[in-house]
Every structure is written in C-alpha cells, then in structure tokens.
C-alpha cells in the first residue's frame, strides 16, 4: 500500500510539474496577425464588427464572445494582456475539464487524484502544443472542446452521471469551434439513435446544444462551406475527394504521436511505434486505475463517447481536405491527437468493464497504473526537454522583444520595429519572415500588424541565435 501511495504521489508531482513547467511560459506568448486584425477591426468597428464576424464568417459564439472581451480589455487598458488573456483560458477550461471528476465524492480519492494527474499530462505531452496552448485566438477556440472532451472522459471512466453536466460539455464544444460542432452532432445522432432503439426518451436538456448545432450548421452551410473555393488542390471543396483522401490521415493519427513542436498536421510525420506502444500503455494504465477501485463504466456511454470521438476526427480531417485542401493546422493536429490519447484511456475502460476478475491485489493495480503513467510522461517529456531548456535560457530576451515590439508600435511616427526572441518552438509556431515593409506590399499579417498601431512602414528583425540568449544568462 505504501508504494502504491508513493507512486500515486510521484505521479502528481510530476504531472504539477508539467503543468507549471508550462504555466510559466504564459506571459511569454505572442499574437499573431489574426489578434492584430481582430483588435483593430473591433477598436474601430466594436459591436458591428463582432455580429458580421460571427454571423457571416466565424460561426462560434462562445469562442466569438470570448475573443470580444479580450479585445474590450485591451481597448480599454492599452496593453496586450496576453499572459492574462491565456490565463483566464486556462483556468476556465482547466476547471470545466478536472473539478467536476475532483468533486465527485462517490469516486475514491486515489482514483479521482489518478485521473486527474494522467488529464494533466496528455493535455501537454506526446504532441506540439505552441499553436493551440499559446496562440490566444486558437487557445480560445479550441482548448475549451478540449476541455469538454476531457471532461466526459473522465466522468465516463468513472461512470459518473450527470444530465447538466453533459449538457454543459456538448454545449461548450458546439459554440467553440467546428470540430466541437461535429463532436456534438455526433453525439446527438448516437443518443437518438439509442433512444429509438431502446423506445425511451432522450436524457433532458440535450435540447440545449442540439440548438447550438443548428446555428453552427445553419452558418457553415449559408457561409463558410459556401464560399467560391480556388480548387488549388484535388480535394478542396470536393466533398467525396475530401473523403476519400481523409482515410489514411484518420488511421495515421489514431496511431502516432508527434514529437516535433514545430508540426503542422499531415501523414509525413510523428512517431507510429512509439505512439502505439505508449497509447497501449494508457490503456492499460487506464484499465489497471479503474480496476484497482472497482470502478465499472457504462458500456453504453463507453460506445456513445468512443463513437463520437471518432466521428469528430473524421470529420475534422475531412473539412480540412475540404476547406484548405490539405491538413491545416497544428491546432488541429494537436487536437486530433488529444483525441487519439482518450480514445486509448476508453479502450482501458472497456476492459475494466470486460475482461473478466483475476487475481490482482489493489496495491499492485495502482502500482501498475502508476508506472504506465509515468512510463508514458518520462517518454514524451524527453521530446519536450530541448525546447523547454531553450525557453528558460532565452525567457529575458523574449520579454525584451515584446516589449520593445510594443513600445515600438506605440511610438510617434510612421515606423515601427518587431523584434523577436529565438522563439522557442514550445510555444512559437507562426513564422514572421525577417524584412522591411511598407503599407501595400506585405502579407496580410504584416499589414494587420501595421493597421493596429497606425504604421506605414515595419521592419521585422529576424529570432536571435541560440548563443546570444546563453550569453545574456
């Protein structure tokens, strides 16, 4: 029993450890030249902005909405409020995500404190993280589907039931993102099919984000699905080509993990055998925690989840083939191997529900499910370890690129200069390409960037070398 104490133990400290460990990068991250042309557009425009946005380009009201107060806030203060912003995220979906499974008092407390820490993990190790936990405008869209994922895992695992609970998740995902729309749908679909079958009636409240999904898809299909598209690649507004050429991406990614920060999406790259072995490994860590406390999941709910997970990652690469014409972006990426990671925790729960009683001592399950969660945060955190140094040694000088990058842009005058860090892959994943500009001849980020602060001209200066930051230290 002690060892068992102390392996739980060592797997929470390591999971604290991760998790701040990534904390401390928050007030170091950057936009992008979506919040410059977001934030200038809604200085300019306020309200009237924010509906035309959201009825006519971006069909996300909670993400919208969010995005909106972020954007009062620096219209207000005058400053970036990113660190702040990223915060506020994080905790509203670290707690939609843990404090329901936390607070449940009829799970035992090992296993509520178990979950807790394997959640922890997975949501920063075995892929990039800098586009999804460090972009504000993606980190307000899609963490929070994240988020409701996680926590009906969770209270699925644990067999926890909770009608407004459900609901709250399934709603949370719908207005925050597509790939939340298409895992809501999904789920929707499966509850009533289930519900005919059985001759019953469909859990209360589900009326709620049902709703959500009809303003979600009346949007994609009066906008944005019906947009002219260039058909740049075979499969871009093709739907049975986008189908098709989504087959081997969405086995692809049930299988690997990605150890490369800088990853864009794609079937190029990640890690199969290491993400097979360390996903049967969640399985049976997964599968080892929940019969270490008798804990018996619904096989209905087990199905109902498992199916919708993997509708949503279907779909997801299917719209992307279909939208871009190719696998965009690493937030996608990154979310579509989050689901992969649950998809592996619910196999663990279907043999905790199956396979029949063997002799094991309590003691040696939370054992075995300790080790396979510390086996899996050892593994992946050595892909992490590099980029993680790379930032600590260089934190000074990217607080000084921002800085000056402000002040620059707030200055008197018509220029302004960008100076950047070495931009540690951990949390930078958008490239500014180094240059001079002027009003009219840049990229559409650059020229945001020159909108916001009322510049005509903006010189981009390129990351420093690795070696001037260890010099500064």
């Excluded at 002040?407 to 860090?421: H, L, V």
Aim: charged content about 10%.
């Amino acid at each position: 029993m002690f060892v068992a104490r102390l392996a739980l133990g060592l797997c929470l400290i390591l999971a604290g450890a991760v998790i701040i460990l990534h904390a401390c990068i928050l007030p170091y991250a950057m936009w992008q030249g979506d919040e410059y042309d977001y934030f200038y557009n809604f200085a300019h425009n306020g309200r009237n902005f924010f509906w035309h946005r959201l009825l006519f380009w971006s069909p996300r009201p909670l993400s919208e909405s969010v995005i909106a107060l972020y954007g009062a806030a620096i219209t207000h203060f005058n400053v970036p409020l990113i660190g702040p912003a990223l915060g506020v995220i994080w905790a509203a979906c670290g707690a939609l995500a843990f404090l329901p499974t936390l607070l449940t008092r009829n799970i035992p407390l090992n296993a509520r404190l178990f979950f807790f820490a394997l959640g922890g993990i997975i949501v920063f190790l075995g892929h990039p993280v800098a586009d999804l936990m460090f972009w504000p405008m993606a980190a307000a869209a899609h963490l929070p589907v994240f988020a409701a994922l996680l926590c009906l895992t969770l209270r699925t695992l644990t067999n926890s039931k909770s009608s407004w609970l459900t609901v709250l998740c399934l709603s949370v995902a719908a207005t925050a993102s597509e790939a939340g729309f298409f895992f809501t749908t999904s789920y929707l679909c499966v509850q009533m099919l289930a519900a005919v079958r059985a001759r019953n009636i469909l859990p209360p409240g589900l009326w709620i984000p049902a709703l959500c999904c009809g303003f979600v898809a009346w949007r994609l299909l009066a906008g944005r699905i019906s947009l002219p598209h260039p058909h740049s690649s075979p499969t871009q507004g093709m739907t049975l080509a986008s189908i098709k050429a989504s087959i081997v991406p969405f086995f692809h990614n049930l299988a690997v993990l990605q150890p490369i920060d800088t990853s864009a999406g794609g079937t190029d790259g990640g890690d199969i055998f290491h993400g097979i072995v360390l996903k049967i490994i969640l399985a049976l860590s997964s599968f080892a925690a929940l019969r270490a406390t008798a804990l018996r999941p619904s096989i209905g709910a087990l199905t109902t989840l498992s199916i919708s997970l993997l509708a949503c990652q279907a779909l997801t690469i299917a719209s992307a083939y279909y939208e871009f014409g190719f696998l965009c972006c690493q937030r996608h990426e990154t979310l579509r191997l989050e689901i992969s990671l649950l998809l592996a925790l619910l196999v663990g729960g279907y043999a905790a529900r199956c396979i029949p009683r063997f002799h094991f001592s309590t003691a040696c399950l939370r054992g075995l499910a300790c080790l396979g969660l510390l086996l899996f945060t050892l593994d992946t955190a050595l892909w992490r370890l590099p980029n993680l140094v790379l930032f600590f040694q260089s934190r000074t000088a990217e607080a000084e690129a921002r800085n000056t990058t402000w002040q620059s842009g707030m200055s008197t005058g018509s220029e302004m200069t960008m100076r950047q860090g070495t931009n540690s892959a951990i949390f930078y994943y958008w490239p500014w390409e180094p240059g001079q500009y002027t009003t009219g001849k840049a990229s559409w980020d650059v020229e945001a960037m020159m909108r916001f602060f009322g510049k005509t001209r903006l010189v981009i200066l390129p990351p420093l070398p690795v070696s001037i930051t260890t010099r500064i230290h």
